[in-house]
């Protein structure tokens, strides 16, 4: 089993659309990403979690909200989707300061 | 400026070449770093770390520039397999449990 899932893998929502991208892993890491990669781009931070009750905006934060439900779970919300949020979205966990990170499959999401 | 700055290529080159890539970052601060591989639409796997001693994994070398403040990453006799996008990833002791990432090289192996 993959140590970081995100579900869905690929979904097509309407502009307006509250959408909700939900991240797990199974590596008893404290720290969550989620980051979102157009394309020929590099990935941009839009909110990370050092633990359940530490949560911080990254780079791109505005028109997203996340939750982390549990040491496992890190959630990201679209609450009214738009088009120009139409990319690939990767969740990341790391265990230390400056340990490598590891990331989920990406999900692929289209705003119309 | 970018805090952390690639060549984004593409470098075409052929089976058996030696392809080296470099990687620079602004952040005199900054402490660990780390080559990704991407392979297109998949998520970013780790390839290597970056020692000051620098190191190397088969045929992959990665070194550090701490006084120049570049991270290289030399991989000898090219697979087709190989062909990826490769991203710097540089983290800054300020920016505590955050990676800055680089956009990323692409290379293109070709028979």
């Known amino acids: 089993d993959a140590d970081v899932t995100q579900t869905p893998r690929n979904r097509i929502t309407k502009t307006g659309k509250r959408i909700m991208l939900e991240c797990s892993q199974t590596?008893?890491?404290?720290?969550m990403y989620w980051y979102r990669q157009d394309p020929g781009l590099g990935l941009r931070l839009i909110y990370y979690?050092?633990?359940?009750?530490?949560?911080n905006k990254g780079e791109i934060s505005d028109g997203y909200s996340v939750s982390r439900q549990a040491q496992a779970k890190f959630s990201l919300s679209l609450e009214s989707a738009i088009p120009n949020q139409t990319a690939l979205y990767f969740c990341?966990?790391?265990?230390?300061?400056?340990?490598?990170?590891?990331f989920g499959p990406g999900t692929r999401l289209t705003v119309l | 400026r970018k805090e952390v700055e690639q060549d984004p290529g593409p470098f075409n080159v052929p089976e058996g070449a030696t392809v080296a890539f470099n990687c620079t970052y602004s952040n005199s601060a900054s402490q660990s770093f780390f080559w990704y591989r991407q392979d297109c639409r998949k998520e970013p796997k780790l390839l290597m770390s970056v020692y000051s001693s620098g190191n190397e994994d088969g045929r992959f070398t990665a070194q550090l520039n701490r006084a120049s403040q570049y991270i290289s990453l030399l991989i000898r006799d090219s697979k087709l397999s190989d062909s990826a996008t490769y991203l710097c990833v540089v983290n800054v002791r300020t920016n505590a449990g955050k990676s800055t990432f680089g956009d990323g090289t692409t290379l293109t192996v070709k028979p």
């Open positions: 979690s050092f633990d359940v009750k530490d949560i």
């Open positions: 990341a966990t790391s265990n230390r300061e400056y340990n490598e990170q590891f």
């Open positions: 590596k008893g890491h404290d720290r």
